[in-house]
């Protein structure tokens, strides 16, 4: 079955789906943008599994491209998937990384059992990865890694970043 890639302008913490993606700092202890957003939304619940994972797995924080999956704590979603973007590079191809975060946060929601997901824009914040290209590897890795959810969804914060999405859709 196709994967069904829908576009949604507003807010990933309000998003009534089984599994949301955090754009998270390796610390995995909540920061600005989305996974400032998230923390706080999601409650103290989210805090105390990140901290358990620190203290257990990720005791010099989560890698880059990797994902890990936490309670959703107050969240309308049952999970919260962690991934850690990419920094932007004009020096160095650091695109696969960023497919990467798509591509195990997909397997982290498979392994919970979650059809439906919703990922914010990763890296285009602070990380400064451009929107277009942003927009390019985010969709080709979800068409080609999505299948068997029944949506996949980004969740863009601005007319910008929607406008830029939906054309590269």
């Known amino acids: 079955m196709p994967t069904h890639i829908t576009l949604v302008q507003g807010d990933i913490t309000e998003q009534d789906v089984e599994a949301v993606v955090n754009a998270a700092n390796s610390s995995l202890m909540g920061g600005g943008g989305v996974d400032g957003a998230i923390h706080r939304k999601g409650g103290p619940e989210i805090v105390a599994e990140c901290r358990r994972l620190r203290a257990e797995r990720y005791g010099s924080g989560l890698p880059t491209g990797a994902a890990v999956a936490t309670t959703a704590g107050r969240l309308t979603a049952r999970w919260v ?89």
């Open 81 to 169: 998937i962690h991934t850690v973007g990419p920094v932007w590079s004009g020096q160095e191809d650091r695109s696969e990384l960023l497919a990467s975060c798509h591509r195990e946060s997909l397997r982290a929601a498979r392994e919970l059992g979650a059809r439906t997901i919703a990922f914010p824009a990763i890296s285009t914040g602070v990380y400064r990865w451009p929107l277009d290209d942003a927009a390019r590897i985010a969709l080709r890795t979800l068409r080609a890694e999505g299948e068997g959810f029944a949506e996949v969804r980004l969740v863009l914060f601005g007319q910008r970043s929607y406008d830029t999405f939906r054309a590269a859709l």
